[in-house]
C-alpha cells in the first residue's frame, strides 16, 4: 500500500485545469482524467473476473469493507501534518482520532465475530469484555499515511480470519449495540462503520477547508475498486492496474501537472 501512496496523491492534487490538459493514449490524445478514468474501467473489468469466483458469502461481504477503507485512502490521500490533529469545532474529533477510532473497532467486531463463530454454546453470547482490545492498547502515533496502514493491516487480519466461514456460522448469534443479532449482521457492519466514519471525515475537512480537488473525487473512485479487487483475494489485478497508474503519473510532463 505505502508505494502507492504518491500516485494517489499526485493524482488526487490535480485541479480541472490540470486533468483538461492532453494525455497521449493509443494513435492520438485525451485528456488527463481518462488516465484515471482508464484505471478505473481496468478495475471494473478485474472485478468482473474476480467477482465470477465461488467466493463464500462473508469474503463478499467483507470485500465491501475493502472498498470502503480504499474510498477512506483516497479521501486522505496527501493530508497534511497540520490538517490531522485539528478538531473543526470544539467537542468533534481531529482526524487523527477519528482513524484511531476506526482501528480500534475494526480489532473490536473482529473479535467479537469470531468469538460469536466459535464460542460453544455453553459460553455467554456476548463477549467479556476484558477479552476486547481498548484505545489505549493501539497505536495512534505517525500521519495520516501510517496510521491508514495500520487499519490496513487490521483489515488484512479481518478478512483472514472471517473471510472463509461457512454458511452455518453466518446464523451464529450475537450481540451488537445491546441488540440479539447473527454473524451475517456483524460482517456487514464493518463497511457500514467505515462508510459512516468517511463521511465524518469529509465534513471535517470541508470545514478544514482542505481536499476538495477534481482529482480525487476521481481517486476516490479507483482506489475503492481496487480495494474491492483485493477483498475478493485479486490482490495479483490489483497491484498490476497500480503499477499501470504509477507509470501514467510519471509519463505525465511538468506541464501537465501544473509544475
Known amino acids: 500500500m505505502a508505494g502507492f501512496e504518491e500516485t494517489v496523491r499526485g493524482f488526487a492534487e490535480l485541479d480541472h485545469e490540470a486533468l483538461s490538459r492532453?494525455?497521449?493514449w493509443r494513435e492520438g490524445t485525451i485528456d488527463v482524467r481518462y488516465a484515471l478514468y482508464r484505471a478505473l474501467e481496468e478495475a471494473q473489468e478485474?472485478?468482473?473476473q474476480a467477482a465470477a469466483g465461488p467466493h463464500p458469502e462473508s469474503r463478499r461481504i467483507l470485500a465491501l469493507a475493502q472498498r470502503a477503507l480504499g474510498d477512506l485512502r483516497g479521501l486522505l490521500a496527501g493530508l497534511p501534518a497540520d490538517r490531522l490533529d485539528v478538531a473543526p469545532r470544539a467537542g468533534e474529533w481531529s482526524i487523527r482520532a477519528v482513524l484511531h477510532h476506526l482501528l480500534v473497532v475494526e480489532r473490536r467486531y473482529a473479535v467479537q465475530t469470531l468469538y460469536?463463530?466459535?464460542r460453544a454454546d455453553a459460553e455467554p453470547v456476548r463477549i467479556p469484555e476484558d477479552r476486547l482490545p481498548t484505545p489505549a492498547q493501539l497505536?495512534?502515533?505517525g500521519d495520516a499515511d501510517a496510521l491508514l496502514a495500520r487499519l490496513a493491516d487490521a483489515r488484512a487480519e479481518t478478512d483472514?480470519?472471517?473471510g472463509a466461514l461457512p454458511a452455518a456460522a453466518m446464523l451464529r448469534p450475537t450481540v451488537w449495540v445491546k441488540v440479539d443479532v447473527d454473524v451475517r449482521f456483524r460482517l456487514h457492519r464493518f463497511a457500514a462503520h467505515l462508510v459512516e466514519h468517511t463521511v465524518q471525515c469529509e465534513k471535517t475537512l470541508a470545514a478544514l477547508g482542505w481536499g476538495g480537488t477534481?482529482?480525487?473525487?476521481?481517486?476516490?473512485h479507483v482506489t475503492a475498486a481496487l480495494g474491492e479487487l483485493e477483498g475478493l483475494g485479486?490482490?495479483?489485478?490489483?497491484?498490476?492496474i497500480e503499477a499501470r497508474l504509477a507509470e501514467r503519473l510519471a509519463a505525465l510532463s511538468p506541464a501537465a501537472v501544473g509544475d
Open 46 to 48: 478485474a472485478y468482473v
Open 139 to 141: 497505536d495512534d502515533r
Open 234 to 240: 485479486a490482490a495479483t489485478a490489483a497491484r498490476d
Open 116 to 118: 460469536a463463530v466459535e
Open 214 to 220: 477534481e482529482g480525487r473525487r476521481i481517486v476516490r
Open 160 to 162: 483472514r480470519r472471517l
Open 22 to 24: 492532453p494525455w497521449p
